[in-house]
């Protein structure tokens, strides 16, 4: 591959919406072309609540209310947290199984190790094997067959 082909890539690469290319030539030459991902600035947003104390008496039970909520939102965040995810390498078309005939490579309640292969991704007609790089159980499939996936994208949700 020349540099005025090289070149093309990038300025294709700057146009599209892809984060990534990877180009092997007949010669076996591999280039690889990624975006530097731009910095996302984000401002807290506050809202106003109204005092806790007051005067009447009724207002007792929006407050007690109000002391709960915060209890719930932790017990929902501890449960997240203790699922590891399995992430989209790349750009690309996600497929669950190697083709339309065959079952998919895992569906939920299935065991994973480091090595298994969870997935196809399809970068401008190469099919990639995605392994889970993590051990435990499938819980959740976060895509669906055919999908496009960007990089960095949550594919699986594993224990």
Request: aromatic fraction near 6%; hydrophobic fraction near 35%; proline fraction near 6%.
């Amino acid at each position: 591959m020349n540099f005025k082909e090289i070149k093309e890539l990038i300025e294709i690469l700057d146009q599209s919406s892809l984060t990534e290319i990877n180009i092997e030539d007949n010669k076996g030459s591999v280039v690889n072309l990624k975006k530097q991902k731009e910095t996302e600035i984000i401002t807290p947003q506050y809202t106003q609540q109204a005092p806790l104390a007051s005067a009447a008496p009724t207002m007792s039970t929006p407050n007690q209310s109000v002391s709960e909520a915060p209890v719930e939102e932790n017990k929902s965040h501890d449960d997240e947290s203790s699922y590891q995810t399995i992430n989209a390498p790349m750009v690309g078309t996600f497929y669950k199984s190697p083709s339309p005939e065959e079952d998919a490579y895992v569906q939920v309640g299935d065991k994973v190790t480091n090595e298994s292969t969870v997935c196809i991704l399809e970068a401008m007609k190469l099919f990639n094997e995605i392994q889970a790089e993590v051990s435990g159980e499938i819980v959740e499939i976060l895509v669906e067959d055919g999908q496009m996936v960007e990089y960095g994208q949550p594919l699986f949700k594993v224990k």
